[in-house]
């Protein structure tokens, strides 16, 4: 799957500070039924006032890049933001066909991001280094904000921390899946 540019932040918006690759963040979006398109459209539309972005939006057909790669994005609070290379949001569909082909996606490019920045494909884990849930964050004192995601929304598509665990582990192939960089 090729990113697509469309809505990617310009030269002047969003942050210019390098992150630390400690951790790579997993949102999911809260936006019932919102696809990729239209949810980066609004972060690049809205950057001047809200402020908030991520680098990478999936659902089940594409992916939309918003942030640049390797610098800070405003999606986690602080300072989360400036331990993540990279953060995910995944659309949630109420469809399960749509929202299970989403998810395969999310979990390859969270792979693809961590192994990019040298990053354990560990899950909410204690470490000082992983892959991260909002939610995880916001428990450990990494955010100020007050986040679950992904947790709301992937227990309802059958998506427990162990499958997630596994999943990332191991990623998932096929050439509907396969990452394009």
């Not at 936006?31 to 609004?42: C, L, V």
């Not at 659309?91 to 792979?111: D, I, P």
């Not at 992937?154 to 665990?165: D, E, H, R, Y």
Request: proline fraction near 4%; glycine fraction near 6%; include cysteine.
């Amino acid at each position: 799957m090729k990113r697509n540019f469309k809505y990617a932040l310009s030269d002047n918006e969003g942050s210019s500070q390098l992150a630390t690759p400690r951790f790579i963040i997993a949102h999911s979006t809260a936006t019932p039924n919102g696809e990729a398109w239209a949810i980066s459209r609004n972060m690049k539309n809205s950057i001047n006032t809200s402020q908030t972005y991520v680098h990478l939006v999936i659902d089940d057909k594409s992916i939309y890049q918003v942030g640049e790669l390797g610098y800070v994005a405003w999606g986690a609070g602080s300072p989360a933001n400036s331990l993540a290379p990279v953060q995910i949001e995944l659309c949630e569909f109420s469809n399960h066909r749509k929202a299970m082909k989403a998810y395969k996606h999310y979990v390859n490019w969270l792979r693809w991001s961590a192994k990019k920045y040298g990053i354990p494909l560990t899950l909410d884990t204690n470490s000082y280094r992983g892959i991260k849930t909002h939610s995880w964050l916001v428990q450990h004192g990494y955010s100020n904000t007050d986040h679950v995601d992904p947790w709301q929304y992937l227990p309802k598509i059958g998506v427990s921390k162990a499958k997630f665990q596994k999943d990332l582990q191991k990623g998932f192939s096929g050439a509907n899946i396969a990452l394009t960089k």
